[in-house]
């Protein structure tokens, strides 16, 4: 466990799990001194928001430390403690409140959480009762003991790695964010949102297969996950010009193929390339190339952002449209 200071974040961020520890501090026991010496034989990062008193504390600082490491975090554990002691002219776990709300609102469009929250609130704590029934409508639980929610939290830092499925991010382009009516009114724009979209579902020790049309380079250290690339028509272009461009690829990501044939979670081969007509219509199909404009082919579907709301798109998702495309969807989808 390395314990996150008030400085610059460290080079290996992406690298290693973040746990953000979020709860009362004014008037509540110091459980996240507890809790970073619970978490100390794990190899992660421990965001403690509990700053020793300074004479050069700045408040916009320390909101601006918090807010990045909240965002940054792969998990973030509420414990809700009862009140140790009274705060004068304050509204006990006032701040606390705000966060949990703030993140349980953030939901995908299948009312899944964006981020992996673990809440616990102890027996006697003001207003659990309400809490605990609009929990009711997330996926998640709350546990009622500091230990029962230190062993989710562990459990959660521990679980194996996903895979996901991307393309066509085309990082730094102009071109993509125009001929595609990317919905951002900058390239910078477009650049951030999709790490910052990456970042929410994509752990440190993830898969994430990339099908090609990456872009700039210099984002693939922003980027959670390891990250394996199929080659797109782009960078086959720029390999054409400029043959040492693929040891920058290499040296980039943890693997580089024309195309690839792997096994899914359900026992069945899944065949990667980054244009359709690449494809191999023997085995169910994930590619690019097309930006979205038909989502699911008979034989496949199409993982780019533009089609994804430029997220990746998990190993469950992809498994719901190929059974979705063989058992459900009928010649008025492909017509």
Not at 114 to 121: E, N, Q
Not at 179 to 202: D, G, K, Q, T
Request: aromatic residues 12%.
């Amino acid at each position: 466990m390395i314990l996150l200071k008030s400085d610059m974040p460290p080079a290996d961020l992406k690298d290693k799990k973040l746990v953000f520890l979020a709860g009362p501090i004014m008037g509540a026991e110091k459980w996240q001194i507890r809790a970073a010496a619970d978490l100390a034989d794990l190899d992660v990062y421990v965001a403690d928001p509990r700053q020793e008193k300074r004479d050069d504390f700045d408040y916009d600082t320390q909101v601006n430390w918090e807010s990045y490491y909240l965002a940054r975090a792969d998990v973030i554990m509420f414990w809700l403690p009862v009140a140790a002691k009274e705060v004068s002219g304050r509204s006990y776990a006032q701040t606390t409140r705000f966060e949990l709300g703030e993140w349980l609102g953030r939901t995908d469009f299948n009312r899944r959480l964006r981020k992996t929250v673990v809440i616990g609130i102890e027996d006697g704590f003001a207003g659990k009762s309400y809490i605990c029934k609009r929990c009711e409508k997330t996926a998640c639980s709350v546990f009622d003991t500091y230990e029962q929610t230190l062993a989710e939290v562990r459990r959660r830092l521990t679980m194996s790695g996903r895979v996901f499925f991307t393309a066509d991010t085309h990082f730094g382009s102009a071109r993509a964010l125009t001929l595609s009516r990317r919905p951002f009114a900058s390239v910078e724009e477009m650049n951030w949102a999709m790490v910052a979209n990456w970042n929410r579902l994509v752990e440190p020790q993830d898969t994430v297969w990339h099908l090609g049309d990456f872009g700039d380079l210099t984002f693939a250290a922003h980027l959670n996950g390891q990250i394996r690339l199929v080659l797109g028509n782009y960078e086959v272009d720029e390999i054409k010009r400029n043959p040492a461009y693929r040891k920058e690829l290499e040296r980039t990501f943890a693997s580089v193929d024309f195309s690839r044939v792997i096994q899914t979670s359900d026992a069945a081969t899944l065949h990667l390339s980054h244009k359709p007509s690449a494809c191999d219509r023997d085995m169910f199909n994930a590619f690019g190339h097309i930006h979205g404009r038909q989502k699911c082919k008979p034989f496949g579907i199409d993982v780019g952002v533009d089609g994804n709301h430029f997220t990746p798109m998990s190993e469950e998702d992809l498994l719901f449209f190929k059974c979705a495309i063989a058992g459900a969807y009928d010649e008025e989808v492909f017509c």
